[in-house]
């Protein structure tokens, strides 16, 4: 502990309490190294003499703004790092109460800033296509309606597909606890039609096997689904569907609820 505070005195002194506490919290909490920390620094302290140490004042488009001055001239590697330590920024602001979660999301990728538009995304009939392309009397159809429906409603990753289990259900308050990348843990609400479609495979299709993954394999011996094969599942529906992008997989479900979103506002 003693280390820590000589550490975190030598990294910190005379900024601002807003710099100091992100950068204990870094030491602390998420045991980062001290290059990262030292990469971080002039880009957080440019955001708050920009933006001002009352967080509560922050706004999405004013973050967004922000980014886009940082990125303007540097490369994909650099950019990268301007939004990083951004949204390592805004995730301690987060957990501290002192502003929304939501805040951290409204950074895109840095894909987006570098063609300085949204993702390549899909259209509401493109993604009723595919999901209405699912055999629902079989039992990859059943398995993959239910698939691209937790990818389209909730905007879920191919992994966080992968690796929901039968805890993660609760039927009665009709939500899904959901573990990302990060491991943190949320919940969501699951739509009648997302309900519908879990039940019907899990009745009628799923192999009765003890594996607490929701999402098996077709083909014996049945094994839970992995991050990769649920992309490749999206990726043949969206190929079968004639879907013409550079890049396919879960992850233009994901976009695509993504850009609805920011276009509803």
Same mark, same amino acid.
């Given at each position: 502990?003693?280390? @820590?505070?000589?550490?975190?005195?030598?990294?910190?002194?005379?900024?601002?309490?807003?710099?100091?506490?992100?950068?204990?919290?870094?030491?602390?909490?998420? $045991?980062?190294?001290? @290059?990262?920390?030292?990469?971080?620094?002039?880009?957080?302290?440019?955001?708050? #003499?920009?933006?001002?140490? +009352?967080?509560? /004042?922050?706004?999405?488009? $004013?973050?967004?703004?922000?980014?886009?001055?940082?990125?303007?001239?540097h490369n994909k590697s650099s950019a990268q790092n301007v939004i990083s330590a951004i949204r390592m920024f805004l995730r301690h602001l987060s957990t501290a109460g #002192?502003?929304?979660?939501?805040?951290?999301?409204?950074?895109? !990728?840095?894909?987006?800033?570098?063609?300085?538009?949204?993702?390549?995304?899909?259209? =509401? @009939?493109?993604?009723?296509?595919?999901?209405?392309?699912?055999?629902?009397?079989?039992?990859? $159809?059943?398995? !993959?309606?239910?698939?691209?429906?937790?990818? =389209?409603?909730?905007?879920?990753?191919? $992994?966080?597909?992968?690796?929901?289990?039968?805890?993660?259900?609760?039927?009665?308050?009709?939500?899904?606890?959901?573990?990302?990348?990060? #491991?943190?843990?949320?919940?969501?609400?699951?739509?009648?039609?997302?309900?519908?479609?879990?039940?019907?495979?899990?009745?009628?299709?799923?192999?009765?096997?003890?594996?607490?993954?929701?999402?098996?394999?077709?083909?014996?011996?049945?094994?839970?689904? /992995?991050?990769?094969?649920?992309?490749?599942?999206?990726? +043949?529906?969206?190929? +079968?569907?004639?879907?013409? @992008?550079?890049?396919?997989?879960?992850?233009?479900?994901?976009?695509?609820? =993504?850009?609805?979103?920011? !276009?509803?506002?």
């Amino acid at each position: 502990k003693r280390l @820590s505070n000589a550490l975190i005195h030598d990294i910190t002194p005379n900024y601002p309490e807003l710099y100091c506490n992100f950068t204990t919290w870094m030491l602390t909490q998420r $045991g980062v190294a001290k @290059s990262t920390l030292d990469g971080y620094r002039a880009i957080v302290l440019d955001l708050l #003499r920009k933006m001002g140490e +009352q967080p509560e /004042r922050y706004t999405a488009k $004013g973050i967004r703004e922000f980014v886009l001055y940082r990125v303007k001239h540097h490369n994909k590697s650099s950019a990268q790092n301007v939004i990083s330590a951004i949204r390592m920024f805004l995730r301690h602001l987060s957990t501290a109460g #002192r502003v929304d979660p939501i805040l951290e999301q409204s950074i895109p !990728n840095i894909a987006a800033w570098r063609l300085q538009s949204l993702p390549r995304c899909l259209s =509401a @009939s493109t993604i009723d296509d595919v999901i209405s392309r699912c055999d629902t009397n079989t039992m990859m $159809g059943a398995r !993959n309606r239910a698939i691209f429906l937790l990818l =389209a409603f909730l905007g879920l990753r191919a $992994g966080e597909v992968a690796g929901l289990t039968f805890d993660d259900i609760d039927w009665r308050g009709a939500t899904l606890r959901i573990r990302d990348k990060c #491991r943190r843990r949320s919940r969501l609400p699951m739509p009648q039609v997302v309900g519908d479609a879990l039940l019907h495979y899990l009745e009628n299709f799923r192999p009765q096997v003890k594996i607490d993954q929701v999402f098996l394999s077709t083909l014996a011996p049945h094994r839970a689904l /992995r991050r990769v094969s649920v992309s490749q599942i999206a990726t +043949q529906a969206l190929r +079968q569907a004639g879907v013409d @992008s550079p890049k396919l997989g879960a992850h233009m479900f994901r976009h695509s609820i =993504a850009t609805a979103l920011l !276009n509803e506002g």
